[in-house]
């Protein structure tokens, strides 16, 4: 299968994981201070979300960067091949099994193994990951030698695994050995401005690519901040490479989006984001998408909200063709107001002012 050009949130080699919503300013801490242990760790979160990308962060943040780290998806080989998978096999183990082949948990050394989908895993397959946590030794199977399993453990599922356990898919002594530091991952949709971070990224990286720029007319980023996101930040690079491919060299409008993105485009339109209150109305729609939770270490409330003004007049702007008076009024400022504004944030080399108020 070939990989998309744009590898947002998930590139192997120099990780990233953008966003300054309280809950990802959260999770960085998280993923700082567990690093620096060699804990078995569970990451949940919706699929799309970037469950890999958590793990190789814990893997390039901790003492183990420079040995491999090896990922397998539980769900993606067949039940009866999994287990070779996992811990190689000797000649002659099996039909076809023509020579010594090492298994993930021998290639990953003492890096980290990445169990991807583990709920996936088949029962039997369970009692062995099982014993090889609680021995931390295994045997290729076919063979009797005991190999030891040095990597650190990295688990994740986009499944419920208590609600697994209670309709017996998953055992709960395994869901307890795994979940020794658990770590969840926040949805999209519970991320606000990060959002249009994410998508300006992407079409950035898509730029890069060569597969062309597009801008984002009116009303697209009241969009994207609106939708519910299902599939996540997969879903919205998907998103961006279609409107790249789409639309190179030109505006992406509002009817370029998907249908099931329109029928929320109309809460909050430009005329009633004029005023005090259409614009109070935006900036929780932007800042607060839920309940705002402080995180345990704090975080720097001028930096954040200055972010979210000054993506919103960059919004204003581009949708006013740079017409200063215009974005103002969009924004229910006095021109006087975002001029000052726009030079505090250094968001133009030259003033062209257009119409006056």
């Known amino acids: 299968m070939t990989s998309s050009p744009l590898q947002l949130e998930q590139d192997a080699t120099t990780p990233e994981l953008i966003g300054d919503s309280p809950g990802m300013v959260t999770l960085r801490a998280l993923l700082r201070r567990v690093a620096a242990t060699d804990s078995t760790v569970l990451v949940q979160g919706e699929s799309g979300t970037g469950k890999e990308l958590v793990a190789r962060l814990l893997h390039a943040w901790s003492p183990r960067a420079a040995a491999p780290f090896v990922a397998v998806n539980c769900g993606a080989i067949p039940g009866e091949l999994m287990e070779s998978e996992l811990f190689g096999h000797e000649r002659g183990a099996f039909t076809g099994a023509q020579s010594v082949r090492r298994g993930r948990f021998e290639l990953a050394g003492r890096g980290t193994l990445f169990l991807d989908e583990v709920a996936e895993m088949s029962p039997s397959l369970q009692v062995k990951l099982l014993r090889v946590l609680q021995e931390r030794t295994f045997e290729r199977v076919g063979g009797g030698e005991l190999l030891r399993a040095s990597a650190r453990i990295v688990a994740a599922t986009h499944r419920d695994l208590e609600q697994?356990?209670?309709?017996?898919?998953?055992?709960?002594?395994?869901?307890?050995?795994?979940?020794?530091?658990?770590?969840?991952?926040?949805?999209?949709?519970?991320?606000?401005?990060?959002?249009?971070?994410?998508?300006?990224?992407?079409?950035?990286?898509?730029?890069?690519?060569?597969?062309?720029?597009?801008?984002?007319?009116?009303?697209?980023?009241?969009?994207?901040?609106?939708?519910?996101?299902?599939?996540?930040?997969?879903?919205?690079?998907?998103?961006?490479?279609?409107?790249?491919?789409?639309?190179?060299?030109?505006?992406?409008?509002?009817?370029?989006?998907?249908?099931?993105?329109?029928?929320?485009?109309?809460?909050?339109?430009?005329?009633?984001?004029?005023g005090d209150d259409g614009l109070h109305d935006l900036l929780q729609l932007v800042a607060e998408p839920s309940e705002p939770v402080l995180p345990a270490q704090g975080l720097d409330l001028r930096a954040y909200l200055e972010r979210i003004e000054r993506s919103l007049i960059e919004q204003a702007l581009a949708s006013c063709d740079q017409v200063i008076a215009h974005a103002a009024s969009k924004l229910g400022l006095r021109r006087t107001t975002l001029v000052e504004k726009i030079r505090k944030y250094g968001l133009r080399e030259d003033e062209r002012t257009g119409a006056t108020s």
């Open 164 to 274: 697994q356990i209670e309709v017996g898919r998953f055992r709960e002594d395994l869901y307890y050995r795994l979940n020794v530091v658990p770590i969840q991952i926040p949805p999209l949709r519970e991320r606000g401005a990060d959002i249009l971070l994410l998508a300006d990224l992407a079409l950035r990286r898509l730029d890069a690519a060569g597969l062309g720029r597009v801008r984002l007319g009116d009303g697209v980023a009241s969009a994207l901040l609106r939708y519910r996101w299902p599939g996540n930040v997969r879903e919205l690079q998907n998103l961006m490479e279609r409107l790249v491919i789409m639309h190179a060299g030109s505006v992406a409008t509002v009817r370029d989006l998907p249908a099931k993105m329109h029928d929320e485009v109309d809460v909050v339109t430009p005329s009633s984001a004029e």
